[in-house]
């Protein structure tokens, strides 16, 4: 059997598949993070605890010989590990926003558009330039105790196998990698006050590296690769990867993914161009703050549970009978299609009238049109594959179809697992039919008359977004 490995914001997965991508088992935690005044952090101990915890779950279910695995995880943010692995201090999540005041600064004094021309990578808070440069201003002891300042998955393979501390291209994609020469912008570490702790960045391995496992989780002697991260992975886990094509992935995070061979730095700077394993191949990707944890906080608020969507959906008009949200409800602002760090969620359109489903519709269609927002922007041009947590719901996905006005190729399951073993498998040579294994679950067509009414909803949802970051400026 092959196991992928993903660990995820919120929960972290492991996965095993037959030869033909058959997904046999799937074992999953859930991990903790803890937020307070815009810090948002997680404890390195638990989620490598997880990941062990999650495969002797995994291995000891399933029968089999554990032919590799490919590890995959959440991107950005800052892991601070010492020479074993070893946390120095708390993770700084991807989704952290103590550096927003810092950025600021760089948006308005061209720093962050400069980055941007430079490297293709447009900064938000919870990214590595400004949560180390944040840090050593406020925690300089915690950089001098750290030998690297690693990513997630990073530090799960080093803890895993021993190898000396590395990243992949696309982990350092974001905001210090060149995506030409395919290394560390030295001149972007300078710019961004960084030089004297250049050496905590990880040495690239490109192609992903591999080694064996020492035997936690995993059999001793396992072969397994480290990546790419959860974005690129579940891209090839989708079958995403002629240029045009795209993805959708509806989880914590909403990201909007397209294939390309083209590098075009110019326009507004959002987003990031993603580097892959093949030389002259990117994702351009537009990773919006927050997708799913928009509809659980306000599931979570209304009392309505998860169960309850489908049917509620059902209850209630497109256009939410005048109920519009802006989904914009991460404590960091956003960074795609565009930045704003201050920007906060708006509700508006509610009366004493409106529903609990006026409520879950709206943030449900608002979601999507941030989502067309952010494939639009990402030049989309062929097909589209959706997956993600949201995908478990059947109304949302014809909803999301409907708003964005094509069909949905539809990849349900552990999408990001099965992309890190087919990661690996190419890293080992180990032939596997990636057709078989990224074969869509469904096709979901769009209502052409449901449509049409979205497509005048997102004109009004653009013209809402443009008043609401005109007041953050």
């Known amino acids: 059997m092959y196991v992928g490995i993903d660990v995820g914001t919120s929960t972290v997965k492991a996965a095993a598949f037959d030869d033909s991508g058959r997904e046999l088992a799937v074992a999953a935690r859930p991990v903790e993070l803890s937020m307070h005044g815009g810090f948002v952090e997680q404890d390195m101990d638990e989620v490598y605890g997880a990941v062990v915890a999650v495969l002797d779950e995994l291995t000891a279910g399933v029968d089999g010989t554990v032919e590799l695995a490919g590890l995959t995880g959440q991107g950005d943010g800052v892991w601070l590990v010492d020479g074993e692995g070893r946390p120095v201090r708390a993770a700084a999540s991807w989704m952290d926003g103590r550096a927003h005041e810092l950025l600021d600064r760089w948006l308005a004094d061209g720093t962050f558009e400069t980055v941007f ?22 925690e300089p ?14 530090m799960v393979f080093q803890r895993l196998t021993g190898a000396r501390a590395t990243t992949d291209v696309s982990d350092a994609s974001m905001p210090f990698l060149d995506p030409r020469t395919r290394s560390y912008d030295n001149g972007v570490v300078e710019l961004l006050g960084l030089t004297r702790r250049r050496g905590l960045l990880a040495p690239v391995a490109d192609p992903v590296a591999t080694a064996e496992t020492r035997g936690e989780g995993l059999p001793a002697g396992t072969r397994i690769a480290n990546g790419p991260y959860d974005l690129p992975a579940c891209a090839l886990g989708a079958g995403v990867t002629e240029p045009g094509d795209g993805l959708l992935i509806v989880g914590t995070c909403l990201a909007s993914l397209v294939a390309t061979t083209e590098l075009d730095l110019s326009g507004e700077p959002a987003g990031l161009y993603i580097s892959l394993d093949r030389p002259g191949h990117w994702l351009r990707a537009m990773p919006a703050m927050v997708g799913t944890a928009a509809l659980d906080w306000v599931l979570s608020t209304t009392g309505v549970r998860h169960e309850e969507v489908d049917a509620l959906l059902a209850a209630t008009p497109p256009g939410a009978n005048g109920v519009r949200v802006l989904p914009y409800f991460a404590p960091s602002g956003e960074r795609a299609p565009f930045v704003e760090p201050r920007l906060r969620a708006e509700l508006t359109g509610v009366s004493l009238e409106s529903t609990p489903a006026d409520l879950i519709r709206a943030t449900c269609e608002g979601i999507g049109y941030a989502a067309r927002h952010c494939l639009e922007a990402a030049g989309l041009t062929g097909s589209l594959a959706v997956c993600g947590g949201g995908t478990r719901s059947p109304a949302w996905m014809r909803l999301l179809a409907d708003v964005l006005g094509r069909p949905l190729r539809v990849v349900e399951g552990e999408v990001g697992a099965r992309g890190a073993v087919l990661a690996a498998a190419e890293r080992y040579g180990v032939p596997l039919d990636t057709a078989a294994w990224t074969r869509p679950t469904e096709i979901v067509e769009p209502d052409a008359g449901r449509a049409a009414v979205y497509a005048k909803g997102y004109e009004d949802h653009l013209a809402r977004l443009a008043v609401a970051r005109g007041r953050e400026r």
């Open 117 to 138: 021309r430079r490297t293709g990578s447009a900064m938000f808070p919870g990214c590595p330039g400004p949560l180390l440069a944040w840090l050593a201003a406020h």
């Open 141 to 154: 002891r915690s950089l001098d105790a750290a030998a690297t300042a690693l990513y997630c998955k990073d």
